[in-house]
């Protein structure tokens, strides 16, 4: 199954607080998992990326956690701003090709 | 830092029309991709370009579709006949490596009527 399916749609999350979103896959043959931040009117831009053999990246207020058993991982956004309202989308690509595939997006309003 | 520019930002075009849509890569990246995104949907893989060759490419891109590189620095997509179901943001993607490091230029907006 060639799909990543993301949750929530949308996302409403006061000034300060953690932002969760989170992505879910059946084919176990993805070996990439990057998530993308864009904002309206541009092209999606690469925000952090792991790999199943590691459990947590950390960037910044940025985290991937990843649950290879369960086949989920999530985008945590700590002491979230007004400046990361945008829509995320993660991804998941298969080794040996070449190209992403793309969860729904998800809609982060955060308020002030 | 570098960018990926695309042109035009917009195009209306008429159905059944043709359409070049436009995109200079970064310049030491090897790995082109043309993705699209319909309004308020996620975004979907068309192409895959390296080494003056597609190397994957979707069930979307059909017959109707090309991806040509002409010049070394240019990669466009032609979209031969268009459709009103062919209206959509039209993203262009490089990267040095395969598959990684994505950089996604800003779009066009392919408006059929």
């Known amino acids: 199954q060639q799909q990543v399916k993301q949750s929530p749609q949308s996302l409403i999350v006061q000034k300060g607080g953690i932002s969760i979103i989170n992505c879910a896959y059946e084919n176990t043959a993805f070996d990439y998992f990057p998530w993308y931040q864009q904002f309206p009117g541009k092209g999606p831009a690469l925000l952090i990326a792991i790999r199943p053999d590691v459990s947590e990246k950390k960037e910044g207020r940025f985290t991937i956690s990843f649950n290879k058993s369960a086949k989920q991982f999530s985008l945590h956004i700590m002491d979230s701003q007004p400046g990361d309202s945008a829509t995320y989308f993660c991804a998941a690509g298969v080794q040996g090709a070449q190209k992403l595939v793309f969860g729904q997006g998800t809609r982060l309003t955060i308020n002030p | 830092e570098p960018e990926v520019t695309q042109t035009p930002s917009h195009q209306v075009t008429q159905m059944g029309q043709e359409v070049i849509l436009r995109c200079v890569p970064i310049s030491n990246h090897l790995y082109f991709y043309w993705y699209r995104q319909i309004l308020g949907q996620k975004v979907e893989f068309l192409v895959s370009f390296y080494n003056n060759e597609i190397s994957e490419k979707s069930e979307i891109f059909d017959d109707q579709f090309s991806v040509e590189r002409p010049d070394g620095s240019n990669f466009t997509l032609k979209i031969r006949s268009t459709k009103l179901e062919d209206s959509a943001m039209y993203f262009c993607?490089?990267?040095?490596?395969?598959?990684?490091?994505?950089?996604f230029g800003s779009g066009t907006r392919l408006t059929v009527v």
């Open positions: 993607a490089s990267s040095e490596a395969r598959r990684t490091g994505y950089t």
